[in-house]
């Protein structure tokens, strides 16, 4: 019941944030006694079920971002095929350090957004959205996390997309790299699959209403509950590295 549970509010957070959710869900189970590699697995699997089922809801919304997503998705793909090879040789404490790093670099990105984006933006260099869908998906997969914590700000502060595309592009991002992640993870015999089932099922319910309701929330309030959601995640973090 309560893998269901946390099913159920990672879906949430993943729909309304564009997020794979692994945020969210890696410190819960971290406090529920699972390790950091354990919560990395069930994470990835949970992302699996939740960005294909979410891609498919913002697809709805909006076809026009596709174009780039594939591109980003690809790059991303490529590069969760290693993190298979990260996790296996790499300590719980270095990637839950990583982990920190990577959500105050969101945190500092995400307050000086222009949440509406800019009118000019111009079409994207497709080797620059791979390169960006590579690197972001090597990382992720290694710390359970979909990839959006990194990829939304960088979208939406470097390349200027409207902060609500960038999440829907976000959650897109997640399908690839997810599936490598549990390929790669898979592989190397790190997947713990009963509890991933368990709450990536659970979470497609918390999918469908937490896109309902970012699609109706105004884009400047949206900014707003972004930037709580990832300062609570930080600081949660920060408990448990340095205060604990």
Known sequence: MELIFLGIITGFVSGFFGVGGGMIL?????YTGFSMKEAVAISIMQMVFSSIYGSYLNSKQNKSLLKDGIIIGIGGFC?????GLIVTNVSNEFLEYLFFAILCFAVYRLL????????DRKSQNKLILFIIGFV????AMSIGVGGSVMLTPILSSYLHYPLKDAASLGLFFVVFSSVAGFSSLSIAGSMLYKEGAIIGVSSLIGVYLGIKLKNLTKI???KKIVLVLYIGIL??????IFLS
């Open 235 to 240: 600081l949660s973090m920060v408990n448990r």
């Open 220 to 222: 400047t309030s949206y």
């Open 136 to 139: 972001i998906g090597m990382i």
């Open 79 to 83: 590069g969760g095929l290693l993190s």
């Open 112 to 119: 000086i957004v222009q949440p509406a984006g800019k009118d």
């Open 26 to 30: 890696v410190p819960m189970l971290l």
